[in-house]
C-alpha cells in the first residue's frame, strides 16, 4: 500500500484570497481586507464603508466560484512538490467547493499541471479525510490545510492522520498563528515536500 496525501487547493495549491479581493474591487467596488485569514468583517463597500454582511459575503463568493477561478495562480513549488511525492504516494485534492465546481476544479488544477482525484466537501473534512484512510488502506496519510478548523475535524475523526497547517499566501502568513492540532506549521512547499516525505519514509502513523 502507498501513503496517502490529502491536500487542500487554497491558499495551499493555489493563490485565492488575493485574486478574490482584485475582483471585489473591480467588479463590486467592495474594499477587501481579511484579518488573519478570516472573511468575516473582511469587506466594506468602498462608497460608504459599510460591511458587507454574512449573506451577502457567501453570495459573492459563490460568484468566484466558479466563473472567476480562472483568476488564480499557482503557489510557488506546489506543482513540483506533488510531482515528487506522488512517485511513491497517492494524492487526492480535497477542497470546500459546491460539488458544481469539482469538474471546474478539476479542469483549473490540470491547466496547472496538477492532475490528481479531486473531493469537494462542505464543512469539516474529519469525517471525509477519515472515509479516504479507510478507502486507501494508506499505512501512513498527511493531510495539509491553511484553517486551523479543519486540523481539528481531522484530529478528532483520523487521529493517526498527520496534519501539516501551510497558508501558502504571504499576505495572510505572518497574521495567522500556527494551528493547534497541527503537527507543524510551513509555508513553502520546498520544506512541506521534505516534511511529508520523512513521515512517509518512516510508515508509522501519526500517534503511534
Known sequence: ?????????????????????????????????????????????????????????????????????????????AREALAALA?????????????????????????????????????????PVARLVEEFGAPVTVFVDDLAVHHESVAKHAPGVFRLHMIAEPSLAPSVPPAPYAHARIDDWREAQGWIAARFAAGVPAGA
Do not use: Y
Open 1 to 77: 500500500m502507498k501513503p496517502l496525501l490529502i491536500t487542500d487547493c487554497d491558499e495551499v495549491l493555489l493563490h485565492m484570497v488575493r485574486h478574490f479581493g482584485v475582483w471585489l474591487d473591480e467588479e463590486h467596488a467592495i474594499d477587501f481586507a481579511p484579518n488573519g485569514g478570516e472573511f468575516a468583517n473582511s469587506m466594506r463597500r468602498r462608497h460608504d464603508q459599510s460591511l458587507v454582511g454574512s449573506a451577502e459575503m457567501w453570495g459573492l463568493l459563490d460568484g468566484f466560484f466558479p466563473d472567476e477561478m480562472d483568476r488564480q495562480t499557482l503557489v510557488p513549488h
Open 87 to 127: 512517485e511513491e504516494a497517492e494524492i487526492v485534492v480535497l477542497t470546500n467547493l459546491g460539488d458544481h465546481c469539482r469538474t471546474h476544479r478539476i479542469a483549473q488544477l490540470a491547466a496547472h499541471g496538477i492532475a490528481h482525484r479531486v473531493e469537494c466537501n462542505q464543512g469539516g473534512k474529519g469525517a
